[in-house]
């Protein structure tokens, strides 16, 4: 199976808004339905943090620093994910990596920079 592929990072000033989208290529639809869509996100000098996910008919999950802010979808038809990401501030500065986990692990895309600068 074919890595994630994440697009939509960029430069934007604090305040502003960002939208993410992950795609699987050439994902099956089984497959596709039976993966926790996840993004997670690295800044400098930091860990690998986990920002949201989402699995298949159920609500998406949020970590406690982005909710309220950031919004998850997944659209099946599609076989997307999107990251919504509204009031920007700095400390959101970070590469953000899509996750695909399913039965037989675990696949991470390249990564897209997103940066939030004064």
């Known amino acids: 199976q074919a890595p994630p592929v994440e697009s939509g990072g960029g430069l934007v000033q604090p305040g502003g808004s960002l939208r993410l989208t992950c795609t699987v290529p050439?994902?099956?639809?089984?497959?596709?339905?039976?993966?926790?869509m996840g993004w997670y996100r690295q800044a400098p000098g930091k860990e690998r943090e986990l920002v949201a996910r989402?699995?298949?008919?159920?609500?998406?999950e949020y970590s406690k620093s982005v909710e309220g802010r950031f919004t998850l979808s997944r659209d099946n038809a599609r076989k997307v994910v999107h990251l919504q990401m509204n009031r920007l501030t700095p400390e959101d500065t970070a590469i953000y990596y899509c996750?695909?986990?399913?039965?037989?692990?675990?696949?991470w895309g390249q990564g897209t920079q997103v940066t939030v600068y004064s």
């Open positions: 996750n695909a986990a399913g039965q037989r692990g675990a696949l």
């Open positions: 050439r994902v099956i639809t089984s497959v596709w339905n039976s993966y926790t």
């Open positions: 989402i699995s298949n008919g159920k609500s998406p």
